[in-house]
């Protein structure tokens, strides 16, 4: 059964810092990787999303890498701004379709 | 282009009626799913439908739970007859198949709250 897990579950840090979020899957027989932000009392926003045959991907500050062997994925936020303050979600989904996700890292950026 | 979309956005209902919820994906996205997040825990998956046919509903909590996508197009979530256990946010999702190239992307709608007294 596939698990997924995020470290930290909260962060806090100041705006202007570099900052790294952990996601973690049991099952290495996945065929993507997808990160999500979630802002208070609102849906998800798909932010990457890693094919199981890539490595990384880009999208302006953030860059998501994905080691499918050892069942890691860390998504990266350059130069944190307080608009970064949200929960992010990492999910992963299998071939059939099913999607798992972790239960996320509430991200908050001081001003 | 318009977004996923859901209606209602709450819904306050007693134990033994019946709710349904209706989701609106993105036009042309064969693939729709719905997803519940109850207080404090991870947003779970309930069901997949490509198109009209259910393709895993391995998610869903029990019998009192009906999903339909008629024509393949909109979907509803009927809920007969709640308990008090089914509060929470139910999320709706779609994304393209892209032909024989899976593009994967899930967007979401807003969700719907449901609060069951």
């Known amino acids: 059964k596939q698990e997924v897990t995020q470290i930290p579950a909260a962060l806090s840090v100041p705006e202007g810092e570099n900052l790294v979020l952990n996601c973690s899957f049991t099952?290495?027989?996945?065929?993507?990787l997808q990160w999500f932000r979630q802002d208070p009392g609102k849906g998800l926003t798909s932010l990457l999303l890693?094919?199981?045959?890539?490595r990384e991907q880009t999208s302006g500050r953030l860059n998501a890498s994905l080691d499918k062997s050892s069942g890691r994925s860390t998504l990266y936020i350059a130069a944190s701004q307080p608009g970064d303050s949200a929960t992010y979600l990492c999910?992963?989904?299998?071939?059939?379709?099913?999607?798992?996700f972790g239960a996320g890292t509430r991200l908050f950026v001081k001003a | 282009e318009a977004g996923v979309t859901q209606f209602p956005s709450h819904s306050v209902i007693e134990k033994g009626q019946t709710v349904t919820l209706r989701c609106d994906p993105i036009?042309?996205?064969?693939?729709l799913y719905w997803y519940r997040r109850v207080m404090g825990k991870e947003i779970k998956f309930l069901l997949h439908?490509?198109?009209?046919?259910?393709?895993?509903e391995s998610g869903m909590p029990n019998n009192r739970f009906l999903a339909e996508r008629t024509g393949g197009t909109y979907s509803t979530l009927k809920v007969q007859p709640a308990e008090l256990e089914d509060s929470g946010v139910y999320f709706c999702?779609?994304?393209?198949?892209?032909?024989?190239?899976?593009?994967?992307?899930?967007?979401f709608g807003p969700g719907t709250r449901l609060t069951v007294l």
């Open positions: 999910a992963v989904q299998d071939g059939g379709f099913k999607t798992i």
């Open positions: 099952d290495s027989a996945i065929y993507n």
């Open positions: 890693i094919q199981s045959s890539q």
């Open positions: 439908f490509v198109k009209e046919s259910k393709q895993d």
């Open positions: 999702a779609s994304s393209h198949s892209g032909g024989r190239a899976r593009t994967d992307t899930q967007y």
């Open positions: 036009s042309g996205h064969d693939n």
